[in-house]
């Protein structure tokens, strides 16, 4: 028999109880939306009767609410893009679709090229004014990330670490490489006063998860076939992955057995940590180095659907207020980026009608700052409310000097 | 006084196939059933066309029979049969040698028995055992729909004149000097009683085909031979899966739709109304079946049910598993009384040709020699592709095929009409099975639609995953607004039975999530709206 995680199995769990679409945010904020429950469980049921597909698949944006809600531990959201792989078989990427999911690959072309993050970033910023982007089929009201002078790994191999201890691996993730560098400065910084070497395994691929929500299944495999096979390495040095992107850990640690159901997605996954959930660890070890001066800001924590479906808690709060610092959660729901999904054009109103409630919530600035451990949340945050957003780890950095 | 020349008692295939085939020779035919239509073996069955397989080696009559009829169905039964192949496998467990009668048997009977590698095997079923599956060979068989080749005969019958009257028992006959004059029957709703002139009268009342003759006064040699079976939420296989020994319990699981059937078991009871099952039972035929599937207790499953085979047993025949699967006319002008026949026994893939049989003798007593067509027409027209295509925009997806079979050419039409112009009639009124509010209407308003059972054996609302929990209320809603009276306006009872009636099949199954799914129904139903009858009773 073949995995019983995988998400195939699990529709058969499904009891049809709904709670998937009172939880679903796309579904309160456009009717349209069939919901969870009938795309992923129920439909599963009748793909033998002819060849179909959900017309409102489309509207899934794979944050997951409802893998949550489910009290029988239904891989809902997993169902849908299984099915949206099925719908790719036949349908052709367009070509916004085609770079929405491709990040990894973009980003690799910039680097390729002298001044390239500067060029690109220039002409992200005429194809949003000239709207191209928005002829392409993106979302054009938004900023396009924008591309770090340099990434993240050529920073890296310019910190200089105490070899010879503990050491980790660090799962970069594409966002934090090309757009968001300081947030991978400040893992490391973190890391290091907690006496671990942080490494770089540069065989790494993108996790696989813009792919996965483009329908591009195949080419998920490949890259998850990929980086499993490298923890699994690294878990046989002694050596745990660790990553400051959530959706990075979620799919390393979750999506890859949900989907592509091998056992060695299951032995992976045990050597994989999302970034506070390593250092929540340390510190129940007595192992955390607690030489932290005060963290005496207020701070508006919104947390990432994907990682509230890691179950692990909220360590990033946990460590954060053990510092002295005021964290308040935002309480306000998905932000509605969801990945790649707000990226696209017709999705962008459905996109920023889910994060109004949190947009508010930011508005009200009864804080010193917003922190999210996800990247996309951040812009999305950024994107409607005005107030750049940092990563959780960077507070923590800032606290270690 | 309402007449008929020939009036036949019971729903089940046998009758329908005996209404169809009469009103096809231009013989005014009207069945009465005192239930709804196929209540009783006819749909609590495996829904499996036999290719004969089953009986090559013990009795290659009935297996040629099969093989013919299938092929028979195939074509003229489009609308309810899923042509899924069956395959037949060999456990480690099993004897080899009967593996060999059994080749021969296929072959002697002319039913193409394919051998397929292990391998092979595994990929067409790839939750078969690794462990004690040891060969396997490809047969025709077939999954068969009861409820929809039901409604299909009864709307080919009415093509050609045929009346169809459910609910309606028949509580006595109506003889002079031992000559049938007429059948004496009563409305289950309304508990009015008369007369319907004939000058022959069948019983095809399959399981109670004995309490009819008593009724006319001669005895008949039926016996109701319990058989349970079990059904899971999902497609466990893809084809018929037999297990290849000798013909015993649990050993064939049928792709059903939505749904697998697992069954059967075999018990002599002296009621065919007993319907019950038991824990007991479930627990023996999930541990024969998991010798086949070894992950079967991972699959959740929806329900169980039973239904009687009618055995007919000749004076001093043998009973239950040993009883034979054939089936007997009894003309009972030898009895006595002129005009008034029995057939019992067969199989449900045979019906046709019994039904063929006992019309070729009724006819013979008419005068009328008109040939059999029923093998060579379809029951019903199937729904064009350009009418399906037309549907896609309104229909839920992955449900235009099962409603076009479903509704038939005439109502799917009607179907799409209402969506097309009505867009709340798009709304899901059952969302396992995908049945829109359109499609409910339309068959509640049909002249066999008295509860609303009747209109889920129609439509598969209320037997899939949530078995009623969210569809119920909907349903009995729909019902009580489009429905007949005087039954429709008691929404509550309707309600209620409804309930009842998805319970009877899930209390012997309370555990695991099936549980959890009717602990949900219960708080809903019991707690929420107080709808007295809303727990399992």
């Given at each position: 028999?073949?995995?019983?995680?995988?998400?195939?199995?699990?529709?058969?769990?499904?009891?049809?109880?709904?709670?998937?679409?009172?939880?679903?945010?796309?579904?309160?904020?456009?009717?349209?939306?069939?919901?969870?429950?009938?795309?992923?469980?129920?439909?599963?049921?009748?793909?033998?009767?002819?060849?179909?597909?959900?017309a409102?698949l489309?509207?899934?944006?794979?944050?997951?609410?409802?893998?949550?809600?489910?009290?029988?531990?239904?891989?809902?959201?997993?169902?849908?893009?299984?099915q949206?792989?099925?719908?790719?078989?036949?349908?052709?990427?367009?070509?916004?679709e085609?770079?929405i999911?491709?990040?990894?690959?973009?980003?690799?072309?910039?680097?390729m090229?002298?001044?390239?993050?500067?060029?690109?970033?220039?002409?992200?910023?005429?194809g949003?004014?000239?709207?191209?982007?928005?002829?392409?089929?993106?979302?054009?009201?938004r900023?396009?990330?924008?591309?770090?002078?340099?990434?993240?790994?050529?920073?890296?191999?310019?910190?200089?670490?105490?070899?010879?201890?503990?050491?980790?691996?660090?799962?970069?993730?594409?966002?934090?490489?090309?757009?968001?560098?300081?947030?991978?400065?400040?893992?490391?910084k973190?890391?290091?006063?907690?006496?671990?070497?942080?490494?770089?395994?540069?065989?790494?691929n993108?996790?696989?998860?813009?792919?996965v929500?483009?329908?591009?299944?195949?080419e998920?495999k490949?890259?998850?076939?990929?980086?499993?096979?490298?923890?699994?390495?690294?878990?046989?040095?002694?050596?745990?992955?660790v990553?400051?992107?959530?959706?990075?850990?979620?799919?390393?640690?979750?999506?890859?057995?949900?989907?592509?159901?091998?056992?060695?997605?299951?032995e992976?996954?045990?050597?994989?940590?999302?970034?506070?959930?390593?250092?929540?660890?340390?510190?129940?070890?007595?192992?955390?180095?607690?030489?932290?001066?005060?963290?005496?800001?207020?701070?508006?924590?919104?947390?990432?659907?994907?990682?509230?479906?890691?179950?692990?808690?909220?360590?990033?709060?946990?460590?954060?207020?053990?510092?002295g610092a005021?964290?308040?959660?935002?309480d306000?729901?998905?932000?509605?980026?969801?990945?790649?999904?707000?990226?696209?054009?017709?999705?962008?109103?459905?996109?920023?009608?889910?994060?109004?409630?949190?947009?508010?919530?930011?508005?009200?600035?009864?804080?010193?700052?917003?922190?999210?451990?996800?990247g996309?949340?951040?812009?999305?945050?950024?994107?409607?409310?005005?107030?750049?957003?940092?990563?959780?780890?960077?507070?923590?950095?800032?606290?270690?000097? | 006084?309402?007449k008929?020349?020939?009036?036949?008692?019971?729903?089940?295939?046998?009758?329908?196939?005996?209404?169809?085939?009469?009103?096809m020779?231009?013989?005014?035919?009207?069945?009465?059933?005192?239930?709804?239509?196929?209540?009783?073996?006819?749909?609590?069955?495996?829904?499996?066309?036999?290719?004969?397989?089953?009986?090559?080696?013990?009795?290659?009559?009935?297996?040629?029979?099969?093989?013919?009829?299938?092929?028979?169905?195939?074509?003229?039964?489009?609308?309810?049969?899923?042509?899924?192949?069956?395959?037949?496998?060999?456990?480690?467990?099993?004897?080899?040698?009967?593996?060999?009668?059994?080749?021969?048997?296929?072959?002697?009977?002319?039913?193409?028995?394919?051998?397929?590698?292990?391998?092979?095997?595994?990929?067409?079923?790839?939750?078969?055992?690794?462990?004690?599956?040891?060969?396997a060979?490809?047969?025709?068989?077939?999954?068969?729909?009861?409820?929809?080749?039901?409604?299909?005969?009864?709307?080919?019958?009415?093509?050609?004149?045929?009346?169809?009257?459910?609910?309606?028992?028949?509580?006595?006959?109506?003889?002079?000097?031992?000559?049938?004059?007429?059948?004496?029957?009563?409305?289950?709703?309304?508990?009015?009683?008369?007369?319907?002139?004939?000058?022959?009268?069948?019983?095809?009342?399959?399981?109670?085909?004995?309490?009819?003759?008593?009724?006319?006064?001669?005895?008949?040699?039926?016996?109701?031979?319990?058989?349970?079976?079990?059904a899971f939420?999902?497609?466990?296989?893809?084809?018929?899966?037999?297990?290849?020994?000798?013909?015993?319990?649990g050993?064939?699981?049928?792709?059903?739709?939505?749904?697998?059937?697992?069954?059967?078991?075999?018990?002599?009871?002296?009621?065919?109304?007993?319907?019950?099952?038991?824990?007991?039972?479930?627990?023996?035929?999930?541990?024969?079946?998991?010798q086949?599937?070894?992950?079967?207790?991972?699959?959740?499953?929806?329900?169980?049910?039973?239904?009687?085979?009618?055995?007919?047993?000749?004076?001093?025949?043998?009973?239950?598993?040993?009883?034979?699967?054939?089936?007997?006319?009894?003309?009972?002008?030898?009895?006595?009384?002129?005009?008034?026949?029995?057939?019992?026994?067969?199989?449900?893939?045979?019906?046709?040709?019994?039904?063929?049989?006992?019309?070729?003798?009724?006819?013979?007593?008419?005068?009328?020699?008109?040939?059999?067509?029923?093998?060579?027409?379809?029951?019903?027209?199937e729904?064009?592709?350009?009418?399906?295509?037309?549907?896609?925009?309104?229909?839920?997806?992955y449900?235009?095929?099962?409603?076009?079979?479903?509704?038939?050419?005439?109502?799917f039409?009607?179907?799409?009409?209402?969506?097309?112009?009505?867009?709340?009639?798009?709304?899901?009124?059952?969302?396992c099975?995908?049945?829109?509010?359109?499609?409910?209407?339309?068959?509640c308003?049909?002249?066999?639609?008295?509860?609303?059972?009747?209109?889920?054996?129609?439509?598969r609302?209320?037997?899939?995953?949530?078995?009623?929990?969210?569809?119920?209320?909907?349903?009995?809603?729909?019902?009580?607004e489009?429905?007949?009276?005087?039954?429709?306006?008691?929404?509550?009872?309707?309600?209620?039975?409804?309930?009842?009636?998805?319970?009877?099949?899930?209390?012997?199954v309370?555990?695991?999530?099936?549980?959890?799914?009717?602990?949900?129904t219960?708080?809903?139903?019991?707690?929420?709206?107080?709808?007295?009858?809303?727990?399992?009773?």
């Open positions: 028999m073949s995995d019983k995680t995988q998400a195939i199995f699990t529709g058969d769990r499904c009891l049809s109880c709904t709670s998937c679409m009172a939880n679903c945010p796309v579904m309160a904020a456009i009717k349209d939306y069939r919901g969870p429950k009938l795309v992923g469980p129920a439909h599963g049921r009748m793909h033998f009767s002819q060849e179909d597909i959900e409102t489309e509207f899934c944006s794979n944050c997951k609410s409802c893998d949550r809600a489910c009290p029988s531990g239904v891989a809902v959201s997993t169902l849908n893009m299984l949206r792989a099925e719908y790719y078989k036949t349908h052709p990427h367009t070509q916004a085609d770079m999911a491709h990040g990894e690959r973009a980003g690799k072309m910039v680097r090229m002298p001044f390239g993050a500067t060029f690109a970033n220039i002409g992200m910023e005429f949003k004014t000239l709207g191209i982007f928005s002829k392409l089929g993106l979302a054009g009201e900023d396009m990330p924008a591309y770090a002078s340099t990434p993240f790994k050529d920073l890296y191999s310019r910190i200089k670490q105490t070899a010879g201890g503990k050491k980790i691996v660090m799962f970069t993730g594409c966002f934090i490489n090309d757009n968001e560098p300081q947030v991978g400065e400040a893992f490391v973190v890391m290091n006063a907690n006496g671990y070497e942080v490494l770089i395994d540069k065989g790494f993108c996790c696989g998860s813009p792919l929500v483009t329908g591009y299944l195949d998920a490949q890259h998850a076939d990929n980086n499993a096979d490298r923890i699994l390495e690294w878990k046989k040095k002694g050596i745990p992955v990553t400051p992107c959530t959706s990075c850990s979620l799919m390393l640690k979750e999506e890859y057995h949900e989907l592509f159901a091998e056992h060695k997605f299951h992976a996954a045990e050597n994989v940590y999302d970034a506070f959930e390593f250092l929540e660890i340390l510190q129940e070890r007595g192992e955390f180095n607690d030489n932290v001066k005060p963290i005496s800001q207020k701070l508006l924590y919104h947390v990432p659907c994907h990682l509230k479906c890691q179950a692990i808690g909220l360590p990033a709060a946990n460590i954060l207020e053990e510092f005021n964290v308040q959660t935002a306000a729901g998905c932000c509605g980026i969801s990945g790649n999904y707000g990226f696209r054009k017709d999705k962008y109103d459905i996109s920023m009608k889910i994060g109004a409630k949190l947009f508010e919530r930011v508005k009200r600035k009864d804080f010193d700052k917003v922190i999210s451990d996800c996309t949340c951040r812009m999305q945050i950024h994107h409607g409310s005005g107030i750049k957003p940092c990563h959780p780890i960077e507070i923590l950095a800032a606290a270690y000097q | 006084m309402e008929a020349t020939v009036v036949v008692i019971g729903g089940g295939a046998t009758g329908l196939g005996i209404l169809r085939d009469l009103s020779r231009g013989v005014k035919a009207l069945l009465v059933e005192k239930n709804d239509l196929v209540n009783g073996a006819s749909s609590r069955y495996h829904g499996l066309l036999h290719s004969g397989g089953r009986y090559a080696v013990k009795d290659q009559e009935a297996a040629r029979e099969c093989i013919i009829e299938n092929q028979i169905m195939r074509k003229i039964g489009k609308s309810c049969v899923e042509p899924c192949g069956g395959m037949f496998t060999r456990l480690d467990i099993d004897d080899e040698a009967y593996e060999e009668l059994w080749v021969k048997g296929c072959k002697d009977s002319g039913i193409e028995a394919t051998p397929i590698t292990l391998d092979e095997a595994f990929k067409l079923e790839p939750r078969l055992s690794r462990k004690h599956v040891k060969s060979y490809l047969v025709p068989d077939a999954a068969v729909d009861g409820f929809r080749m039901a409604w299909q005969l009864v709307d080919s019958s009415k093509r050609y004149g045929g009346q169809v009257k459910t609910y309606t028992e028949v509580i006595g006959f109506d003889t002079v000097n031992g000559e049938l004059r007429g059948v004496k029957v009563r409305d289950q709703f309304t508990g009015e009683e008369y007369e319907i002139g004939c000058d022959i009268a069948v019983n095809a009342a399959g399981g109670w085909a004995g309490f009819v003759g008593k009724l006319a006064g001669v005895e008949i040699g039926v016996q109701p031979d319990k058989g349970t079976l079990i939420n999902q497609r466990i296989v893809n084809h018929v899966v037999n297990r290849l020994h000798k013909s015993s319990d050993d064939i699981f049928v792709p059903h739709g939505s749904i697998t059937i697992l069954g059967t078991s075999s018990m002599s009871v002296p009621n065919p109304e007993d319907t019950s099952t038991s824990r007991a039972e479930v627990e023996s035929l999930l541990k024969i079946g998991e086949t599937f070894e992950d079967l207790r991972d699959f959740r499953i929806l329900r169980t049910f039973a239904g009687s085979r009618p055995l007919y047993i000749p004076p001093g025949g043998a009973v239950g598993r040993s009883a034979s699967r054939g089936f007997a006319i009894v003309d009972h002008d030898n009895d006595g009384l002129k005009g008034f026949f029995t057939i019992v026994g067969g199989k449900f893939t045979t019906y046709r040709l019994m039904a063929e049989k006992m019309c070729n003798q009724i006819c013979a007593k008419l005068g009328n020699d008109t040939p059999c067509r029923t093998a060579e027409e379809p029951l019903v027209e729904v064009s592709q350009e009418d399906k295509d037309r549907a896609k925009k309104f229909f839920p997806s449900g235009v095929n099962l409603a076009a079979t479903r509704l038939g050419v005439d109502r039409k009607k179907v799409v009409e209402r969506l097309e112009s009505d867009p709340e009639s798009r709304e899901l009124v059952c969302e099975e995908n049945v829109t509010r359109a499609e409910a209407e339309e068959i308003k049909d002249d066999t639609s008295f509860i609303v059972n009747d209109v889920r054996r129609r439509t609302i209320g037997m899939g995953t949530c078995q009623g929990n969210f569809c119920a209320l909907r349903a009995a809603a729909v019902f009580s489009m429905g007949v009276e005087p039954t429709a306006k008691d929404s509550l009872a309707r309600l209620r039975e409804f309930l009842q009636g998805r319970w009877k099949g899930i209390r012997p309370l555990l695991g999530r099936t549980l959890r799914e009717t602990e949900m219960r708080a809903i139903y019991e707690l929420s709206m107080n709808v007295k009858g809303g727990a399992p009773q």
